[in-house]
């Protein structure tokens, strides 16, 4: 046996998985087929709790925002959400990702980039390994955190067909230190447009240390099949043409480097089979409304982690013993990602009405981010929204026959 664990992928989740394996005392080998330090189309932004559970990603923050500023489609609403504490942590993903490898080296791991999995084959006592190359390696289990498309829920029949995904475009433009405070205050606010240009989701504007990051992603299962398909690079162009106009941006800002992604919104039925786990994007980790997904790349890989290292010690890799995987990350976040799963179509409701709550109630808006930035579990706090919801709306209401 060559190895006693192979990782495939080095975003987020293999890293995280690959350090704390290591720190265990287990023989890893983390693969993945980019060149690092890589580029991955992302938005960048962290909410806090994903520093509160690693600390040690502090040496690979960019710079923090704190606050925020939701506009509703038709920009007549605007919530302002200005604080003292960060709200959000920015990353460059390219440093990030390379600086949690660089952790995971360090702990022991050997690292092989430049090398794509092309097929995996379980056996009874190991797992075979493909490389492109034609290179076969061996260990005693595997751990797909190739995210999307990934290979080893393919080769070892957990994918299934992601019919829920959120589309995306992505672009990263350098912004001079006196630009960034004047469009983004020395707060570094964050602009969410919620149903920017009438898309079925929302595009963001996150400003980090020396350029702003800024995307656009549509959920497929929220689009109005009535609608006329609209392809989203006009879409995006059309954003960009009215942030302009209304002096949110730079007049000469370019559209240049332009990356589209995918992103999977469920969490796979099975994310565990005999030698085998998935992690972060490859088991379809994803916050089904804002699409954020490194805190669950990174808790999942994590939690697979701590498993493994236990059924290596008790020679027991089987499906069995490795379906209190799916029950750990399951209590960790996964009930809270199929609970907000229900509620992904509303990108394809009426959003003016939340953002218009959202400025004339705080504790409404003060649960809608915390619920939506991953501050607060939704599922211990979705009575308490549902009930302020409710009373917002009846306020407004009482406001309006009023005047
Ligand atoms: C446009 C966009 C914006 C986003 N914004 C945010 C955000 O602001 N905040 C946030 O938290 N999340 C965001 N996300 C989600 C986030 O990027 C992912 O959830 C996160 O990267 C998942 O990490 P991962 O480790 O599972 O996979 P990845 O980061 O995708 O890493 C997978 C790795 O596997 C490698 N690989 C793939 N196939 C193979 C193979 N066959 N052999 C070897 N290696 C392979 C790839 O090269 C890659 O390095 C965004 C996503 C998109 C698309």
Redesign the pocket.
Known sequence: MNYDVVI???????STAAKNLAEEGVHVLL????TFP?E???????PTRVFKRFPYIEPFIDSVSYGSITYSSSYRYKFDLIREKPLVMMVLRKDF?YGLVNLAVNAGVLFHSG????DIVIQKEKVSVMLDDGQTVEAQAVIG???????VAEKTNLSKKLEVLCV?L?QEQPLTPKQLNTYFTKKRLIHLFIKAQGVAGYAWM?PKKNCVNL?I?EFQSAISKSKPKIPLKETYEAFIYSLKEKKMLPPEFPIENLRG???PIFPLENTYGDRVLL????AGF?NPIT???????MASGHIAATVIAEGLKTQDLSRHFLSRYQKLWNDDFGKDLKLLGRFNTQWGKDSEKIVRLMTRDKKFAKLVVGVTGGQISFSKYKVALIFRYIYASLKNLFRAKNR
């Open positions: 495939v992928g080095a975003g987020p989740a293999g693969l993945d087929k980019a890589r991955k189309p992302c938005g960048g932004g962290l990702d090398k794509s999995v092309v955190c190739d995210g999307m498309h990934s290979v995306s992505v996150f995307g992603g992604a995918t992103l992690c972060g994007d490859a994803i699409g954020e997904g490194i805190y669950y790349a």
